[in-house]
DNA sequence: CAGGATCCTGTAAGATACTG
DNA sequence: CAGTATCTTACAGGATCCTG
């Protein structure tokens, strides 16, 4: 069940090296309030470089969480949405968020004190 | 609430980088059968090397998920186990993999007509 | 046994410039 | 507007050797 080998394994650790990359939860959490255009994720999300924001969807599209509507207007015009696997997402990724929500504190009082351990052994 | 120069959102993005690399599900999940000694890991996780296993271990460590136990006997034993907080974090990394493996067909057919379509613009 | 130190490599990802 | 192409850098991560 934890065989690397296994087929389902790899797409399990594929979607978490996906969840784990530092744009993805970031563009579906913001399209999740409904479609958005290129420019606007870009203004949404300002750390993002436009490379790394197409290379994203690009991904998210392959995998289905997103689909890609093309209007060959001038100046074109592409939307994109979560498709109902991408909003599907959304439930598991928001229990997540509210694991980390929930233990903030906790995590930041671990971090503190191992920290500071290792000042000690430092200084000592 | 999305705003990343939130400590919390912080913590979070921090988080699911965690979640995201390569060998932090498989210790959680390896160690949540229980405790288990250093090479008792890497035994179980055969692709992890030394470094990346060491280095895994002392970030779980510093964020409070897995107590390390050093035993000063020759030769030295160190266990490694799920705090409290690492096992409450076993939860949600299940609604992601229950996730993943509900949808791991609609993700692969998802991916297989992507790329059957880049094919076809590229023979076209 | 558990892990620190070092070296080396591939890839992720930012900045920049150009295009239909 | 919505990208693609190219260059460059930073860091993740593997291999190897050494130590208490």
Chains 1, 2 share one sequence.
Request: with cysteine; glycine share 6%.
């Amino acid at each position: 069940m934890r065989d690397p080998s296994n087929p389902v394994c790899r797409t399990i650790s594929t979607l978490l090296a996906r969840i784990g990359d530092k744009w993805t939860v970031l563009v579906v959490q913001t399209l999740g309030a409904g479609p958005k255009r290129f420019n606007e994720l870009r203004r949404e999300i300002p750390s993002v470089s436009q490379r790394m924001l197409t290379l994203t969807l690009r991904n998210l599209e392959r995998d289905g969480l997103v689909s890609r509507t093309v209007t060959p207007s001038i100046p074109p015009r592409v939307d994109y949405e979560l498709t109902e696997l991408g909003q599907s997402l959304q439930k598991p990724i928001c229990g997540l968020a509210t694991w980390a929500m929930d233990n903030v504190e906790a995590i930041h009082g671990a971090q503190t004190r191992f920290d500071a351990e290792r000042d000690d052994s430092i200084a000592a």
